[in-house]
């Protein structure tokens, strides 16, 4: 997976209509994670 690639799907889904904070919290935690 590309540097960009955690990046790129939680800005997806922070753009997601059903913008849902738990959720986008999570795959925040989540990129940072993979980029560590």
């Not at 690639?5 to 922070?14: A, F, K, M």
């Not at 209509?17 to 560590?36: I, N, R, S």
């Amino acid at each position: 997976m590309s540097p960009a690639e955690p990046l790129r799907v939680g800005v997806l889904s922070l753009a997601r209509p059903t913008f849902d904070v738990p959720f986008a919290e999570q795959v925040c935690a989540d990129a940072w994670k993979l980029m560590e």
